[in-house]
């Protein structure tokens, strides 16, 4: 008996079950793939599978629809992979713990992978009914999406005859999405050079930070755990006197990090006292919008350590604090919208090197340019390495698209209220299907998700059955 039988959809939840109990975590994608193809094989659908585990399935037009455009359903497989501090769960070889808790269905001690797993499974749903009215069905699940859609970035389009596209990587009910950013990612490496030191070996961990997505939640003044990594080291090193041994947080660039890790040698008596007095001192600056923030000061005794020398302590600390990071321009032609921003998902210290990675957003491509060009200024004065890559384009606004006035006709039908529209600061799939494919016409929606790529990412079971609703609807009307 499965975790989810009862729940409606019934096949969608089916589907999302099995996609939960296979890893398919950003860059492990070849079991799910095949799961993918497996499904199509079984039902007699044409398939292609290409080289970046991208899967086509394609499905004939029932009975009334033969002379109509084909649809392309769209979704990712990849999910972002985060767990509870302590977990032994392994992401590479165990499916995920589901449970139904009242409205929603969530993952123990994990994310959930609704986003986007709850796309698959619709789109799967509708691919294995014999008793829905559809056109011509190409339904593309992607990889890699999590990590700058690597995956729709090497699609061959010319594999897709459909010029009208519903992603459904969207994560608000009743709300449909036209418009989204684009980005990228900017690597900047600091080496370093390490120097023996003796002294009291001393680890500080922030955590309980709400974290969250880099383009959904960036405006919401939720608090990077490695910007306060940097603060604190700033204040600290002000007043005493300490070397740096590692300074660690987050693991996906799209993330904003949750907690932060920091390994400093000391001789000052006073550290362990001057830092738990600062740290309270943060705990009741953000207790409103971080009321579970914690931290830990731990004093590990003696030690004999390979910490920065202190030329390295210093640059590493001023890039730190005086990196941009978060909103950096609101549009002025959408109220509310975020133009640009950034977030420093990763910060990894080997014994060589410390790692940066941002990831950059704006729903301008001037924009965009500018801020990796502020980057390569600010990496070139610390005399540092850098990269750009992960590159995908906006998705701009199409005032005559037929799908919007369909999604709108379809949803008053099914819900007796007029649906939003709005633009968004994430980075969607859309920009890169519409840049490849002239003419497409193409539309973003999903279920209620919230706290997505955190341990408390959460499902609606209602939203989904709403939503996969208003598709067939939809569907169906696309003659």
């Known amino acids: 008996m499965g975790k989810l039988d009862g729940l409606k959809p019934e096949k969608v939840f089916k ?92 993952a123990k001690g994990t994310t959930l992978g609704a986003d986007n797993g709850i796309a698959v499974a619709m789109a799967l749903a509708i691919l294995d009914s014999d ?28 594999l897709l005859s459909g010029r009208k596209m519903i992603n459904l990587d969207a994560e608000e009910d009743g709300i449909l999405t036209v418009s989204c950013a684009g980005g990228s990612d900017f690597l900047m490496t600091i080496p370093v050079k390490r120097e023996e030191k003796t002294g009291n070996l001393v680890e500080i961990t922030l955590k309980g930070l709400k974290g969250g997505h880099s383009g959904v939640e960036i405006h919401d003044g939720r608090v990077n755990a490695d910007i306060l990594a940097g603060r604190f080291l700033n204040h600290l090193n002000r007043k005493i006197s300490f070397d740096l041994v590692k300074v660690d947080g987050g693991d996906k660039g799209n993330a904003i990090p949750n907690m932060s890790r920091i390994s400093v040698i000391t001789d000052d008596e006073s550290f362990i006292y001057e830092s738990e007095k600062y740290l309270e001192i943060i705990k009741k600056e953000i207790c409103d919008r971080e009321p579970s923030f914690e931290y830990s ?120 209220y007029e649906p939003r529209f709005e633009a968004i600061h994430a980075g969607l799939e859309c920009g890169v299907f519409a840049s490849a494919l002239e003419g497409l016409d193409c539309v973003a929606m999903g279920p209620a998700l919230w706290d997505v790529h955190t341990v408390n990412e959460k499902l609606s079971v209602s939203s989904a059955e709403r939503t996969f609703n208003l598709v067939v609807k939809m569907l169906e009307k696309c003659r």
Not at 26 to 34: F, V
Not at 76 to 99: A, I, N, T, W
Not at 331 to 342: A, F, N
Not at 386 to 412: A, D, I, M, R
């Open 297 to 416: 000061v731990d004093d590990k005794g003696k030690n004999k350590v390979n910490a920065l020398d202190d030329e390295y302590k210093k640059k590493v600390i001023f890039a730190l604090n005086t990196a941009p990071n978060g909103v950096i321009d609101m549009s002025k032609e959408i109220e509310g919208l975020v133009e640009t921003s950034l977030n420093l998902g990763i910060l990894k210290t080997s014994e060589e090197k410390i790692l940066f990675h941002f990831a950059l957003r704006s729903n301008k491509k001037s924009a965009l340019f500018s801020l990796e060009e502020k980057f390569i200024t600010f990496a070139e004065y610390l005399d540092c390495t850098y990269e750009t890559g992960g590159h995908y384009p906006p998705w701009e606004f199409n005032s005559s698209s037929s799908l919007q006035g369909l999604y709108k006709e379809c949803f008053v039908e099914l819900n007796g």
């Open 15 to 106: 589907f999302f079950e099995e996609i939960s109990a296979i890893p398919h975590g950003s860059e492990n994608m070849e079991k799910i793939a095949e799961y993918c193809v497996s499904f199509a094989k079984e039902r007699n659908l044409r398939f292609v599978k290409d080289n970046a585990n991208n899967v086509i399935i394609y499905k004939d037009a029932t009975k009334g629809y033969e002379n109509s455009g084909a649809v392309i359903l769209q979704g990712h497989l990849d999910m972002v992979c985060q767990k509870e501090d302590g977990s032994d769960f392994d992401f590479l070889s165990d499916g995920l713990d589901l449970y139904v808790d009242g409205d929603f269905v969530r």
């Open 131 to 158: 008793s829905l009215a559809h056109p011509p069905i190409e339904a593309v699940f992607t990889t890699d999406e999590e990590i700058g859609m690597v995956g729709a970035l090497q699609l061959d389009m010319s």
